[in-house]
């Protein structure tokens, strides 16, 4: 059980301490729910002596640890992102114990393949989409949220299920935006050649071989594209439009091999996250705070691969990149 240390909060009765206060009583009760989780992990390892989850349980354990201990020294800021990690760890030890075959990571890597789809989808709609569209896609992702909810809960084949059914909506979503008009796809052309055009210039500065042979296949499909838009052949040109962009992010990710440190980054993307949540409590935004939350589920997801060790580094530090990319999004829109 978690305990509240008496010095943690001022007896001013500012604002300010009001907010604290609050923060410290939503920080207990993620503790305690991440204490529970990794408790029922544990007994069941010891049960099934099943030595991988018992690992991740370990795992678990030492990150809650911290968490704890930055919850004592008044850390706040590091809290919530550690306990998460740890219950993360102890809800995959669970998936694994209930699917031992490793169907558990398999249904996972659907769920986050579905993901990226939901992600390009957005990319696709601006306001300028139709009501059924953006209607269609909110349905989607609302389908999406609870097959996450299932594969969380170790309901692992209706999670599959469901999100399979979330690729065929967007299937057919897809077909729709291939309808686009002229205006639509002259919209997404502009984003993906301001895309390529800053992949070349970050493979340029940064000197990586990769970046720059990326970028230049984003640029041929680019201008591939161009090729079939001014014949009108409208579908041919989205694909491979779909294509540079895909290039080009590619290529940066590349160019940004001499990115500072991983905790730097993560220090940076906090502050970042804390500013642009108090801009969306001023101005609340609907796309923003979409776009916000999905950042934060890749930044999650980078602090839980970073606490597993130096394997899983390469991908929190892709995981990193993508939640800071999202949370630039974000703050597009309030400029």
Same mark, same amino acid.
């Given at each position: 059980?978690?305990?509240?240390?008496?010095?943690?909060?001022?007896?001013?009765?500012?604002?300010?301490?009001?907010?604290?206060?609050?923060?410290?009583?939503?920080?207990?009760?993620?503790?305690?729910?991440?204490?529970?989780?990794?408790?029922?992990?544990?007994?069941?390892?010891?049960?099934?002596?099943?030595?991988?989850?018992?690992?991740?349980?370990?795992?678990?354990?030492?990150?809650?640890?911290?968490?704890?201990?930055?919850?004592?020294?008044?850390?706040?800021?590091?809290?919530?992102?550690?306990?998460?990690?740890?219950? /993360?760890?102890?809800?995959?030890?669970?998936?694994?114990?209930?699917?031992?075959?490793?169907?558990?990571?398999?249904?996972?890597?659907?769920?986050?393949?579905?993901?990226?789809?939901?992600?390009?989808?957005?990319?696709?709609?601006?306001?300028?989409?139709?009501?059924?569209?953006?209607?269609?896609?909110?349905?989607?992702?609302?389908?999406?949220?609870?097959?996450?909810?299932?594969?969380?809960?170790?309901?692992?084949?209706?999670?599959?299920?469901?999100?399979?059914?979330?690729?065929?909506?967007?299937? /057919?979503?897809?077909?729709?935006?291939?309808?686009?008009?002229?205006?639509?796809?002259?919209?997404?052309?502009?984003?993906?050649?301001?895309?390529?055009?800053?992949?070349?210039?970050?493979?340029?500065?940064?000197?990586?071989?990769?970046?720059?042979?990326?970028?230049?296949?984003?640029?041929?499909?680019?201008?591939?594209?161009?090729?079939?838009?001014?014949?009108?052949?409208?579908?041919?040109?989205?694909?491979?439009?779909?294509?540079?962009?895909?290039?080009?992010?590619?290529?940066?990710?590349?160019?940004?091999?001499?990115?500072?440190?991983?905790?730097?980054?993560?220090?940076?993307?906090?502050?970042?996250?804390?500013?642009?949540?108090?801009?969306?409590?001023?101005?609340?935004?609907?796309?923003?705070?979409?776009?916000?939350?999905?950042?934060?589920?890749?930044?999650?997801?980078?602090?839980?691969?970073?606490?597993?060790?130096?394997?899983?580094?390469?991908?929190?530090?892709?995981?990193?990149?993508?939640?800071?990319?999202?949370?630039?999004?974000?703050?597009?829109?309030?400029?």
């Amino acid at each position: 059980m978690v305990v509240v240390l008496a010095g943690m909060i001022p007896a001013t009765g500012s604002e300010a301490q009001a907010q604290t206060a609050g923060d410290i009583a939503t920080l207990e009760r993620e503790l305690e729910a991440t204490d529970m989780i990794i408790h029922r992990a544990a007994e069941m390892a010891r049960n099934a002596g099943n030595v991988q989850a018992a690992e991740l349980v370990k795992k678990a354990i030492e990150t809650q640890a911290q968490a704890k201990r930055s919850f004592a020294s008044n850390n706040l800021a590091g809290v919530r992102i550690l306990t998460m990690a740890a219950r /993360k760890m102890a809800e995959r030890a669970i998936a694994l114990m209930h699917s031992p075959d490793g169907r558990g990571d398999r249904v996972q890597a659907e769920l986050e393949r579905t993901d990226e789809l939901l992600s390009r989808a957005r990319e696709h709609l601006d306001p300028a989409s139709s009501e059924s569209a953006l209607t269609f896609l909110a349905a989607a992702q609302h389908q999406q949220e609870k097959a996450w909810q299932l594969f969380r809960s170790n309901e692992l084949r209706p999670a599959l299920r469901m999100t399979l059914q979330v690729r065929s909506m967007l299937k /057919k979503l897809t077909a729709r935006l291939g309808n686009d008009n002229p205006d639509r796809l002259n919209a997404l052309l502009a984003r993906v050649e301001a895309l390529v055009e800053k992949a070349n210039e970050a493979a340029l500065a940064g000197g990586n071989p990769r970046a720059l042979q990326l970028a230049a296949r984003a640029t041929e499909m680019l201008n591939r594209a161009k090729e079939f838009i001014a014949s009108e052949q409208m579908q041919p040109a989205r694909r491979h439009l779909e294509q540079a962009g895909k290039l080009a992010r590619q290529a940066l990710r590349h160019g940004d091999d001499q990115s500072p440190t991983l905790e730097d980054a993560m220090r940076r993307y906090e502050s970042m996250f804390d500013q642009l949540s108090e801009l969306l409590s001023e101005s609340p935004n609907p796309a923003a705070e979409r776009i916000l939350a999905e950042s934060r589920e890749h930044f999650d997801l980078a602090v839980e691969l970073a606490a597993e060790g130096e394997e899983k580094m390469t991908q929190a530090q892709a995981e990193m990149r993508l939640a800071t990319r999202l949370l630039q999004q974000a703050r597009k829109i309030f400029r």
